[in-house]
């Protein structure tokens, strides 16, 4: 089994700041890509960051110059620097990875369970 499980989401006033952290734990042989959807009510889950195992990075354009996407590979974690949060920040993250569980699997996509972050004006 694999599982993502995320942490660090929270309450912050508008303006602030807040680190999310998703790790992969279980049967692990490689990941490829790990990234951060947010999700708002009623609304369909959006893509917020990307990076690839080499580091290589990209972001939806609401949320450039504002958020950081790095990991930890070490660690199998993807983090977000989130700063600058506007109330429109305020929803659900969930963070994905590309796992292969053995060498002779294919890659497939897990989901964490996601984690509220509000951002108060």
């Known amino acids: 089994q694999v599982q993502l499980v995320e942490s660090g989401g929270g309450l912050v006033q508008a303006g602030g700041s807040l680190r999310l952290s998703c790790t992969a734990s279980?049967?692990?042989?490689?990941?490829?890509?790990m990234g951060w959807y947010s999700q708002a009510p009623g609304k369909q889950r959006e893509f917020v960051a990307v990076i690839s195992r080499g580091g290589a990075t990209r972001y939806a354009d609401s949320v450039k110059g504002r958020f950081t996407i790095s990991r930890d590979n070490a660690k199998n974690t993807v983090y977000l620097q989130m700063a600058s949060l506007k109330p429109e920040d305020t929803v659900v993250y969930y963070c994905t990875a590309s796992i292969q569980r053995t060498y002779r699997e294919s890659f497939a996509d897990y989901w964490g369970q996601g984690t509220q972050v509000t951002a108060s004006s």
């Open positions: 279980g049967v692990i042989f490689e990941i490829n890509n």
